[in-house]
Nanobody, 114 residues
Framework: QVQLVESGGGLVQPGGSLRLSCAGSGFIFSQYKMRWYRQRPGTERELVATITPSAGSVWYVDSVKGRFTISRDNAKNTVYLQMNSLKPEDTAVYYC???????WGQGTQVTVSS
C-alpha cells in the first residue's frame, strides 16, 4: 500500500535551517507530483510547496519563497524540503502529500524558537 514517512523535524532557533525528508513506498514514486503542507496551531492545513514528477517545475507559497527549497531524488523515492532562515511563524507540523489519490504522511513537527 502507499506509504509516506516524513522525518527531519525538530527544534531550531530563529534563522536556523532544517531539511525535511519524505520517503515514499508502495507506488512508482517518479510518476507523481508531490507536495509539502504545514499546519500551524489553530489554523487550517496550508500548501507550502509542490514539485512535478521530473522536478521540472516547482511552486511555493509566498511566505516561504527565497527561504525554502523543494527537491526530490526519484532514485531514493524521497522528496525534500530544505528550510533556511526559519522564523517562529514557520512552527507547524509539516506533511508530505502525494497529489493523486490524496495520500498523506504522519507529519513531522518543526518548532522555531529561541
Amino acid at each position: 500500500q502507499v506509504q509516506l514517512v516524513e522525518s527531519g523535524g525538530g527544534l531550531v532557533q530563529p534563522g536556523g535551517s532544517l531539511r525535511l525528508s519524505c520517503a515514499g513506498s508502495g507506488f512508482i514514486f517518479s510518476q507523481y507530483k508531490m507536495r509539502w503542507y504545514r499546519q500551524r496551531p489553530g489554523t487550517e492545513r496550508e500548501l507550502v510547496a509542490t514539485i512535478t514528477p521530473s522536478a521540472g517545475s516547482v511552486w511555493y507559497v509566498d511566505s516561504v519563497k527565497g527561504r525554502f527549497t523543494i527537491s526530490r531524488d526519484n532514485a531514493k523515492n524521497t522528496v525534500y524540503l530544505q528550510m533556511n532562515s526559519l522564523k517562529p511563524e514557520d512552527t507547524a507540523v509539516y506533511y508530505c502529500n502525494r497529489v493523486t489519490g490524496d495520500y498523506w504522511g504522519q507529519g513531522t513537527q518543526v518548532t522555531v524558537s529561541s
